[in-house]
């Protein structure tokens, strides 16, 4: 057994000397005067500094219980461990490439004068916050239930936070944790979200994970529209889906299909348009506009109405999902309101 090792191993856990410092950045800690506490990122080096003078017979530094260092001769094993200064009035080693496991009391153990003394300094390990595990983009039916996981690691442990992109600004936060619980989800709570893993280290690490919510098909815009003999006539059907919907058209219980009947259908997006290039007076009548998808299908009816050549185009709203409208009737109250205001002008 090395003989100092004694003396050391006493001072070390004699500790008489404590005198805690003012945490700083700078990775050096100085003895035995103020100690300050070293803080590093992971993956740099620590400096770990003891001012002595020239009363000073012996010197080692500790790592807890563990001799890394007496005078100059390595005890570690550890080669990120080297000696950087041995003079009467400094002694110093570094630690390279720290990391989290190197965090821990660090004692710088000294002998003057037959008296041990001791200090000790806390090196303190740093780690960027960092996203190591995130939920997939994920697609669910509106009324389900979604969880979303996001876990960081870092030093301090870092603050995790959710937020839901699609929201204004300063709304978004949706969960202060990381977990992200939706019960019954409506899709207007569909889009991005983005984690966040803060700590005071360094920038934030964020991560976006996407839920896409299935719902039926809603009509939102189906209007009648007059058309006069010999004219283009389109009919339009809006629907909003998800997954988009597609569309069909009716005329009673007769499917309609591009090519047929001088008509041409036309899908782009959420909306579908029914096109007539010449309208007789066969074409006139109620349509049925049907959405679908893999939740559901709903229906809108549209007429398509007679209108003098001279008058122009839309009529009043049609009726959504099978309600009938009396929309011809509508139609002829409207077109005759149009004629009398034209008669009315005239004289
Ligand atoms: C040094 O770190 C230790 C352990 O984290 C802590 O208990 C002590 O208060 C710190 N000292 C100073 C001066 O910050
Ligand atoms: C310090 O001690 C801890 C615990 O035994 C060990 O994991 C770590 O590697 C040591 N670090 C150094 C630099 O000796
Ligand atoms: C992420 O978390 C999920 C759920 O806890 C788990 O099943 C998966 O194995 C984890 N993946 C990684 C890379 O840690
Ligand atoms: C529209 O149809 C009528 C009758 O079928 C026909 O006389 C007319 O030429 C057509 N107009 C156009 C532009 O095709
Ligand atoms: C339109 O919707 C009604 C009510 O939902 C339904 O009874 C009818 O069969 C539907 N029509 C078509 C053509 O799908
Ligand atoms: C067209 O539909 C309306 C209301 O949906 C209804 O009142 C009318 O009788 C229908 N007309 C025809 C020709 O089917």
Redesign the pocket.
């Given at each position: 057994m090395y003989h100092p090792a004694c003396w050391i191993f006493f001072s070390a856990t004699t500790a008489l000397l404590f005198i805690p410092g003012v945490p700083v950045r700078s990775g050096d800690a100085t003895f035995p005067k103020a100690m300050d506490n070293v803080t590093v990122r992971q993956g740099e080096s620590a400096t770990l500094r003891c001012t002595i003078d020239d009363r000073v017979t012996r010197v080692a530094w500790l790592n807890r219980s563990t001799i890394l260092y007496a005078g100059n001769d390595k005890w570690s094993i550890d080669p990120r461990v080297i000696i950087l200064v041995n003079t009467p009035t400094q002694y110093s080693i570094m630690i390279q490439n720290v990391d989290v496991y190197d965090e821990g009391p660090y004692t710088c153990s000294v002998q003057t004068d037959n008296h041990p003394k001791t200090s000790r300094v806390h090196l303190i390990v740093q780690v960027p916050p960092q996203i190591m595990n995130i939920s997939s983009d994920i697609t669910v039916n509106e009324g389900s239930s979604v969880t979303l996981l996001c876990l960081a690691i870092g030093r301090p442990e870092p603050t995790v936070t959710w937020r839901h992109l699609s929201v204004k600004e300063g709304q978004g936060f949706v969960s202060e944790d990381e977990y992200l619980e939706i019960s019954d989800i409506k899709r207007d709570q569909s889009g991005e979200y983005e984690c966040s893993a803060l700590n005071d280290v360094a920038a934030p690490d964020v991560r976006k994970v996407k839920i896409t919510v299935n719902y039926p098909p809603y009509i939102s815009k189906a209007r009648n529209t007059g058309v006069s003999v010999g004219q283009k006539g389109i009919l339009s059907c809006e629907a909003s889906a998800v997954p988009a919907a597609e569309f069909q058209w009716?005329k009673e219980d007769t499917r309609l299909a591009t090519g047929l009947d001088g008509v041409r259908i036309e899908n782009k997006g959420r909306i579908s348009t029914l096109t007539f290039f010449n309208v007789s007076e066969k074409d006139y009548g109620n349509y049925?506009c049907?959405a679908t998808n893999k939740l559901g299908?709903?229906?809108a009816s549209i007429t398509l109405y007679e209108i003098s050549p001279s008058s122009a185009v839309a009529g009043p709203g049609a009726v959504i999902?099978?309600v009938n409208s009396a929309s011809r009737a509508l139609a002829c109250l409207w077109l005759s309101g149009t004629l009398f205001a034209h008669f009315f002008i005239k004289f």
């Open positions: 009716f049925t049907v299908n709903t229906n999902d099978g």
